[in-house]
């Protein structure tokens, strides 16, 4: 019993940085523009760093996972990211600080698809949604604490001894890891275990494969440019609210979430038994938010901000679904690889849309502000990208696996 709760626990706990890690330039993102002297441009390619790595390094991390082992891999990548941001947190320039940012999204990126592979170990699939959310919820308060709780730890500690205190903090679950290295026995023991690079072929051509992979990157992408980068600098210039309240209206994004993820799970397994209806409904939450941000750029009530963060959060909270039409359509044996491919291509595209987004803020540039047209550009990019998520999401198909023996 115990260690069955250490199997949530210990990839929760550093699910929980993987989060925090991802959003955390939202607070910061002026400080470096100021203490680098750098562009939006820059900023934004800073940022991006954490996705390009962390999607470069999604394949690598699934083959791992089914061969040394969920746990393993977490110890070994967990090092990594605590490495990276010592470098981020003591970089002398803005090349600097894009090594430790590189280095965090190397050492992050193995704490979802592991965990997930942890589950599909360990968890029946009736209850995988649902577990799945839980760790997708430990996502959103690693998010929580990367807004207001982290901006009062930068105002009072300055960015960079804020940055080597949540690495110090960091080590805890990283030992943890320890406790759950003992692999499955179905993995030790059965032969077909070992990956099939066919059988990987026939999954990455498949039709569904690539609707999920086109929700995915559209739906996540853009809800990373509001939660993970631009959400507070927007808020702060077009309406004048200092960064804890700005960090408080985006900060109900990732409270959306964990409460909607477990939710989702459960709607899912339980109650609707459905997969599709769940993503489709979750983007139009995201479309919603996008709408409401292009069209009214600069007049939104308080209460839509907050309608808008927390549909935002929820939006992205639907994406354990998604892994679990994964789970059900492929076989287990290469789920790891699998789920890494799919876990991959989300983040080239927030690390694209990072840089992107910056550049279309940069042409629109009055003096050290960004006017309310260069925002609403902006949200128009990201609500076309939504329609596109939405138009993935109907023509998925679920209930189907395909024939790999």
């Not at 032969?191 to 690539?210: A, W, Y």
Request: proline letters at 3%.
């Amino acid at each position: 019993m115990v260690r069955k709760i250490l199997l949530v626990i210990v990839p929760a706990s550093l699910y929980f940085f993987s989060h925090f890690h991802r959003v955390n330039m939202n607070v910061i993102a002026d400080n470096l523009i100021n203490d680098f002297l750098a562009s939006a441009t820059l900023v934004g390619l800073l940022s991006s760093m954490y996705f390009y790595f962390y999607a470069f390094i999604q394949i690598p991390i699934g083959t791992l996972n089914d061969t040394i082992g969920p746990g393993r891999t977490m110890l070994l990548f967990s090092t990594v990211s605590i490495l990276g941001v010592v470098v981020f947190a003591l970089s002398t320039n803005i090349y600097v600080a894009m090594i430790g940012r590189t280095l965090i999204g190397i050492g992050v990126g193995a704490h979802w698809v592991s965990g997930l592979k942890l589950f599909s170990e360990w968890i029946g699939e009736g209850d995988y949604a649902s577990v799945s959310g839980v760790l997708a919820s430990s996502g959103y308060l690693g998010a929580i604490a990367a807004a207001i709780p982290f901006t009062y730890m930068v105002l009072l500690l300055g960015w960079r001894m804020a940055l080597i205190l949540v690495a110090i903090i960091m080590i805890i679950p990283t030992l943890t890891c320890l406790l759950i290295a003992k692999p499955a026995r179905n993995r030790r023991s059965n032969g077909k275990s070992l990956l099939n690079l066919t059988d990987i072929k026939h999954v990455i051509k498949d039709k569904n494969f690539l609707l999920l992979n086109s929700w995915m990157i559209f739906n996540y992408s853009s809800a990373m440019v509001y939660q993970g980068i631009w959400g507070i600098p927007y808020i702060m210039q077009i309406y004048g609210l200092d960064k804890a309240s700005a960090s408080g209206i985006v900060m109900l994004a990732p409270i959306g979430g964990l409460i909607c993820a477990p939710l989702f799970g459960l709607i899912s397994d339980r109650i609707l038994h459905d997969r599709k209806k769940v993503i489709v409904s979750a983007t139009i939450l995201n479309i919603t938010s996008w709408t409401l941000l292009t069209l009214k750029t600069d007049s939104l009530s308080i209460f839509e901000f907050y309608l808008i963060s927390v549909f935002t959060g929820a939006s992205i909270s639907a994406i354990p679904i998604s892994f679990t039409i994964i789970r059900e359509s492929y076989p287990l044996r290469i789920y790891g690889t699998i789920s890494g491919i799919y876990n991959m291509f989300p983040f080239v595209g927030a690390a694209l849309y990072q840089p992107i987004t910056g550049y279309i803020l940069d042409s629109f540039k009055h003096g050290s502000i960004y006017s309310v047209q260069a925002y609403r550009f902006m949200y128009l990019f990201l609500l076309i990208s939504n329609i596109i998520a939405l138009i993935s999401s109907i023509l998925v198909k679920t209930g189907k696996r395909i024939g790999i023996r």
